[in-house]
């Protein structure tokens, strides 16, 4: 399947943003791509880095003025597109939420966010409620999506979900990054570690993995803080874990990769976890910790 990411660095020019995400995703249309996955809300910056009730004017519905956008954009071009939005359900309940558009425009599903953080420069708990569809993956005409968002990629229990309930891909729109004070050896263990959870995903599950990340600096409004170097790094993992693509850490980048979606079958033949799991001991999993 021949795969388009996108790596941007954004302003707090909506408007541009998304001229320039729709010039790069027609320029990966035409290089054939089938699929392309965007990063996690990536008609903004991200406004997470404060707590700000005028920021909830970003939220959009869903159907609406967005959606539509994206859905022209998808039917235009004849491609799948992963998109990431700030859903406005209703007055005060507002959502992290992915939105897959089929290649025809119409929409094939979306998911929203299960997991919340809420740390220093991710005040994400004061913006979003969490998902309430489940683990569920997204039916499109090129295979199940199993389609996640972020802070969702620490856990091994969402993306074991998906494949269950038969997700031929894991997709993972994403927005994260340093903060200034870490020292440089905290920061690449960090950054591994982020890459190294995504690629132990794929390997338990016999699954490619898509991650897209963001770049670039934004600044912290408050000043508070000097704001979030994000680490882009976005990269797919084949179901062995092994890296077909890697972005850099510090510029954007679109890029077209071809992932053999056959070879699931293939290492699951070989590494049968899903056949060795003993579901008839794993009841304790569903406890918030054991004593």
């Not at 090129?142 to 993306?159: H, M, N, R, S, T």
């Not at 995504?198 to 600096?217: D, E």
């Not at 084949?238 to 510090?250: H, I, K, S, V, Y």
């Not at 699951?268 to 910790?289: E, G, V």
């Amino acid at each position: 399947m021949k795969t388009g990411i996108i790596q941007q660095a954004n302003t707090n020019d909506i408007q541009n943003n998304r001229i320039l995400l729709k010039q790069k995703i027609e320029d990966l249309a035409r290089q054939g791509a089938e699929l392309i996955v965007l990063q996690e809300l990536h008609d903004s910056l991200y406004f997470c880095q404060t707590e700000n009730t005028g920021n909830f004017d970003l939220a959009v519905s869903i159907p609406g003025e967005s959606t539509s956008f994206y859905s022209k954009i998808a039917k235009d071009n004849h491609t799948v597109l992963v998109t990431s939005l700030f859903e406005k359900r209703a007055a005060g309940l507002y959502h992290n939420t992915a939105v897959v558009f089929e290649n025809d425009g119409s929409i094939a599903g979306k998911y929203r966010k299960m997991h919340i953080p809420d740390d220093p420069a991710y005040y994400e708990k004061f913006y979003f409620t969490p998902g309430d569809i489940g683990f569920n993956p997204i039916d499109t005409s090129i295979g199940k999506l199993g389609v996640l968002v972020c802070w969702d990629q620490w856990y091994p229990e969402a993306a074991r979900l998906m494949a269950l309930k038969g997700a031929e891909i894991l997709i993972y729109p994403t927005a994260i990054g340093w903060e200034s004070s870490d020292k440089e050896d905290e920061k690449q263990r960090q950054r591994q570690a982020w890459m190294i959870s995504q690629r132990g995903h794929a390997i338990a599950n016999g699954l490619p993995v898509i991650s897209v990340n963001r770049v670039g600096l934004e600044k912290d409004p408050s000043g508070m803080t000097n704001g979030i170097q994000f680490w882009g790094s976005s990269f797919i993992a084949g179901p062995q874990g092994e890296l077909l693509f890697e972005a850099p850490c510090d510029n954007e980048c679109i890029a077209l990769i071809d992932i053999d979606m056959q070879r699931s079958e293939q290492v699951r033949r070989w590494w049968p976890f899903l056949r060795d799991r003993r579901i008839d001991k794993y009841s304790d999993l569903t406890k918030r910790f054991i004593d």
